[in-house]
């Protein structure tokens, strides 16, 4: 019997994600601005290290501009124009961005610049969670977690927000708020790391042609230069081997 190859076509999304977990960042084809924020819970303010946005607010004490959460859906459409790097720290209130000595602000200047970091890039002062740093087209983001354990909250979310999207726009799929896909489980999210450190490709099987089951498919992609030429790469690598399928059955009501 022929062993069945899926192309493109069979899948709706796709998010390739290598971890570095000594220096606590992952790298991330696939993963826009706008999706991070659907996935997370986001912080209340934004440091701006490289940006587009215009209407930004501006700290005196470090001559850098910000955004607050009031701010966040103006800077979620000005991303959407994706027309430079987009790179950024968190912080907690504008006192802590004040207390930057010269020699942290000089850091972060670095990081905005060259996209990567002088030391391990979570200050006492600012109390930040993450660090993000995408090229300007979003092909290639680099996200430095203070947390690891919330690579698997940005994965997770990403993927159901996706399907649930998915379901609701087809008419006849349309669920009642008890069928809802739920979120994926702990245990599956945790037991992804050792994939991540070699680099894989998470794709999203289209429900239209599964039918009763939700499927993620997962195959190794070790080349970080995949992440240069995501589109074509992609078309690429979903011809090879599945290594692991994350399946959810819509009768059973479950994932495994």
Known sequence: MVKKVNTPEHYVQHLYIYLNDADQFALFSGLTFAQFMDAMKMPKNLLLLKHSYEDASYNMHTQME?????????????????????????????????????????????????????????????????????????????????????????????????????????????????????????????SMKDYYREGILISLADPEKTKNTIELHIRQVEEITFMDDFGSGVEEYTKQEVVRKIIYDRKLKQWK
């Open 66 to 190: 910000f955004a607050s959460q009031e701010e966040f859906p103006e800077l979620r459409k000005s991303r959407a124009a994706k027309e430079e790097e987009f790179c950024w720290i968190d912080f907690r209130s504008e006192k802590q961005v004040n207390s930057l000595t010269p020699q942290e602000q000089a850091e972060l200047l670095y990081i905005g610049h060259k996209k990567e970091t002088v030391k391990f890039p979570f200050y006492s002062t600012l109390l930040n969670e993450f660090v993000y740093l995408s090229s300007g087209d979003e092909q290639t983001t680099k996200i430095y977690f203070r947390k690891l354990e919330r690579l698997n909250e940005l994965v997770g979310n990403y993927f159901v927000q996706q399907i649930r999207r998915v379901d609701n726009g087809q008419n006849f799929w349309r669920r009642k708020a008890k069928d809802m896909i739920p979120e994926l489980p702990d245990e599956i999210l945790k």
